[in-house]
């Protein structure tokens, strides 16, 4: 053994290395878990259960002992996922031509661009500038825009019925419907370079909306008579909600195309529109209440 080997040994032993373990102490039997656990049983307060009636909001979800529910987490996670994954998804380049549809892009660059630069997203490139100056109809009566917006997977996904719907709603009122286009990378005001170039009397951006919970197909889509660059939202109306779920597309269509009529009548778009005597409107013209949607499961739990 070696010298360095033998000095660390005899100062073990005089810290006391040498000298045995105390006896273990004596542990109590535990007693086996319970084949199942019971918890506090899930319960809503009455006001709670009044008020989610007249909300999809989480209200009133109860809890378990000072948890959620197994069942509410997982619906929450699984409507995240789908606001996520509309939020992620991008419009294919040739998406747009494949469809019949003249194709634009904003000034963004790429998707991380467009999530942090809205203001990009509202002018178009200068290629897509000249695109649509070459080969777009010039004074429509009505300019109709599909875009993607913050859900690529509504625009794809019921974008083009509702553009088809609101073609047929506007020729049968004899109004002349401009090129259809399809944007990508876009912002809602982008509709208004877009209609102020082609001189469009009224322009109708129809995009996907910022998704919620479990929502992640809404369109949303914007109106304003006398496009031109500079219009903020308040010269603008619009619809959201349009999905099978909320404002059917067909039902979105005739609504839409009765709002264009009350701006070419008026002359005005915006908070300067009276709505108050279309009534063919519905729950749209007025101020009463409005019953919410229904709120979709995504997850099912054995029992």
Same mark, same amino acid.
């Given at each position: 053994?070696?010298?360095?080997?033998?000095?660390?040994?005899?100062?073990?032993?005089?810290?006391?290395?040498?000298?045995?373990?105390?006896?273990?102490?004596?542990?109590?039997?535990?007693?086996?878990?319970?084949?199942?656990?019971?918890?506090?049983?899930?319960?809503?307060?009455?006001?709670?259960?009044?008020?989610?009636?007249?909300?999809?909001?989480?209200?009133?979800?109860?809890?378990?002992?000072?948890?959620?529910?197994?069942?509410?987490?997982?619906?929450?996670?699984?409507?995240?996922?789908?606001?996520?994954?509309?939020?992620?998804?991008?419009?294919?380049?040739?998406?747009?031509?494949?469809?019949?549809?003249?194709?634009?892009?904003?000034?963004?660059?790429?998707?991380?661009?467009?999530?942090?630069?809205?203001?990009? #997203?509202?002018? =178009? &490139?200068?290629?897509? $500038? *000249?695109? +649509?100056? @070459?080969? %777009?109809?010039?004074?429509?009566?009505?300019?109709?825009?599909?875009?993607?917006?913050?859900?690529?997977?509504?625009?794809?996904?019921?974008?083009?019925?509702?553009?088809?719907?609101?073609?047929?709603?506007?020729?049968?009122?004899?109004?002349?419907?401009?090129?259809?286009?399809?944007?990508?990378?876009?912002?809602?005001?982008?509709?208004?370079?877009?209609?102020?170039?082609?001189?469009?009397?009224?322009?109708?951006?129809?995009?996907?909306?910022?998704?919620?919970?479990?929502?992640?197909?809404?369109?949303?889509?914007?109106?304003?008579?006398?496009?031109?660059?500079?219009?903020?939202?308040?010269?603008?109306?619009?619809?959201?909600?349009?999905?099978?779920?909320?404002?059917?597309?067909?039902?979105?269509?005739?609504?839409?195309?009765?709002?264009?009529?009350?701006?070419?009548?008026?002359?005005?778009? #915006?908070?300067? =529109? &009276?709505?108050?005597? $279309? *009534?063919? +409107?519905? @729950?749209? %013209?007025?101020?009463?209440?409005?019953?919410?949607?229904?709120?979709?499961?995504?997850?099912?739990?054995?029992?």
């Amino acid at each position: 053994m070696s010298r360095t080997r033998t000095l660390v040994s005899e100062l073990r032993s005089r810290l006391g290395a040498a000298d045995p373990l105390p006896p273990a102490p004596a542990v109590p039997d535990i007693p086996p878990p319970p084949a199942r656990v019971f918890p506090v049983v899930l319960e809503r307060g009455r006001f709670a259960q009044a008020a989610a009636k007249h909300t999809t909001a989480l209200v009133g979800i109860g809890q378990v002992g000072s948890r959620y529910a197994t069942d509410v987490v997982l619906q929450f996670q699984a409507e995240l996922a789908v606001a996520h994954e509309a939020v992620n998804t991008e419009l294919p380049d040739e998406w747009g031509e494949g469809h019949a549809l003249l194709p634009l892009r904003s000034r963004v660059t790429d998707h991380r661009e467009f999530l942090l630069r809205p203001d990009l #997203g509202r002018r =178009l &490139d200068d290629d897509s $500038l *000249a695109r +649509l100056r @070459e080969r %777009a109809d010039r004074d429509p009566d009505v300019q109709l825009i599909l875009a993607d917006g913050l859900s690529a997977v509504a625009c794809v996904g019921s974008g083009l019925d509702l553009m088809s719907h609101m073609t047929r709603e506007c020729e049968a009122r004899g109004w002349r419907v401009g090129t259809p286009v399809c944007a990508k990378f876009a912002r809602v005001w982008l509709e208004d370079e877009i209609g102020e170039e082609v001189g469009a009397k009224v322009a109708v951006i129809i995009l996907g909306e910022r998704p919620g919970l479990g929502t992640g197909d809404g369109l949303s889509a914007y109106v304003v008579h006398g496009p031109r660059v500079g219009n903020t939202d308040g010269n603008r109306n619009m619809m959201s909600n349009i999905h099978q779920r909320g404002t059917p597309p067909n039902q979105a269509a005739q609504r839409l195309a009765l709002l264009i009529d009350a701006m070419m009548t008026q002359g005005t778009s #915006g908070v300067g =529109l &009276d709505l108050t005597g $279309l *009534a063919d +409107l519905g @729950e749209a %013209a007025g101020t009463g209440y409005r019953a919410p949607q229904v709120r979709e499961r995504l997850v099912e739990m054995d029992r």
